[in-house]
């Protein structure tokens, strides 16, 4: 999914369930992926079973990496995309995961692949192109309340890239949600991923979201 930006918006989310004959399913999103579930739950809640946030990048609050501002600009993206990919996977990547995780080294550098080699700063670029952020994530506080699905959301007691405020502020936003607080990191499902996945195959099973 990451070399199209387009299928990282709500309208491509829906392409992919209509092109698999999907009724129904559970959405998942991380950091930036859960400002793209919220608006793709808002627009599309009948199609959405339940919806699980980690790391809930969905406030306008939040400072994204200054350089992506750049790549965001026509011309002036193009020239520096290549250097402000760089410096992302090799100073700001770095700094989300926490300096004793050197077993994340390999996954790290697989989620770097994709943006690897001398395209990978426009792949970057195209992604980021997705929307203005500022007025994706000014929308948000507004959707939440209207999110009627059972919602679950992860946050890091140890994540240094979105507040732990973000988590309990959506939930109290968000009618049918609970707050569950991981020992780990940004990286949630990969630093604690037996937590991860045994709260998800209960939620998805059945259990209450409401805490």
């Known amino acids: 999914m990451a070399s199209s930006s387009w299928k990282l918006s709500p309208t491509g989310l829906s392409k992919i369930r209509i092109e698999h004959k999907i009724d129904k399913w559970h959405v998942v999103g991380h950091d930036a992926g859960s ?32 350089l992506f501002r750049l790549i965001r600009k026509p011309v002036v993206g193009e020239l520096m995309a290549p ?15 926490e300096q004793h995780e050197t077993d994340l080294d390999d996954v790290v550098e697989d989620f770097h692949a994709p943006f690897s080699g001398p395209w990978g700063g426009w792949r970057l670029m195209s992604i980021l192109r997705w929307g203005n952020p500022a007025e994706v994530l000014a ?33 109290t936003l968000i009618p049918q949600s609970k707050v569950v607080m ?30």
């Open 35 to 66: 400002a793209v579930a919220v608006h793709y739950a808002y627009r599309f809640q009948e199609r959405v079973d339940r919806l699980a946030l980690l790391s809930p990048a969905v406030f306008p609050e939040l400072k994204p990496f200054h």
């Open 83 to 97: 250097a402000v990919n760089a410096i992302f996977w090799n100073i700001a990547m770095r700094y989300a995961v």
């Open 139 to 171: 929308a948000i506080p507004e959707m939440l309340p209207h999110l009627l699905i059972p919602t679950i959301i992860f946050q890091g007691s140890r994540d240094k890239a979105v507040p732990e405020g973000f988590a309990h502020r959506a939930s």
């Open 182 to 211: 991981v020992d780990s990191g940004h990286f949630i499902p990969l630093n604690n991923p037996q937590v991860v996945a045994t709260e998800l195959l209960r939620f998805f099973e059945g259990a209450p979201a409401a805490a």
